[in-house]
């Protein structure tokens, strides 16, 4: 299992960084699954990547409207198939039963605490034997 930690130095840099990630899902048809913490980041999610841009979009969906988008949103902390590739963005670490090909997650440095929280979680996916990347 593959685990990519994106650094975050402001909190702006997380959605640029979601940006990334999806646009390079679609380049590739690689099937990611975002899991999001709650309804309110889902459809956050849902809007932003519908209309991060006046001139394009991100094709996705919702849990209750999935079809074959390389790209789901979803509020399940399971994966979903074909979904191999996950963006995990809720505040504990993933279940340690969930099984990805690749994993992403951030690294944020906005504050003592949040740097706490990013160390003990690079120890968990290490703990699990995951090859880790880190990337600013």
């Not at 991060?52 to 390389?70: K, M, N, R, Y």
């Amino acid at each position: 299992m593959n685990v990519t930690l994106f650094s975050v130095k402001k909190k702006a840099d997380t959605t640029a960084k979601i940006l990334t990630i999806c646009r390079k899902a679609v380049e590739k048809t690689i099937y990611l699954q975002i899991c999001c913490p709650n309804q309110k980041a889902a459809v956050f999610l849902d809007e932003f990547l519908w209309k991060f841009s006046g001139e394009a979009f991100l094709p996705h969906a919702l849990d209750e409207t999935h079809t074959v988008e390389p790209i789901l949103v979803s509020l399940k902390t399971e994966l979903t198939r074909p979904f191999t590739h996950v963006l995990w963005l809720h505040p504990p670490p993933p279940p340690t039963d969930l099984r990805w090909i690749h994993l992403y997650d951030f690294d944020d440095q906005t504050s003592e605490g949040f740097r706490e929280k990013s160390q003990s979680r690079y120890h968990f996916y290490k703990q699990l034997g995951c090859k880790i990347s880190l990337l600013s």
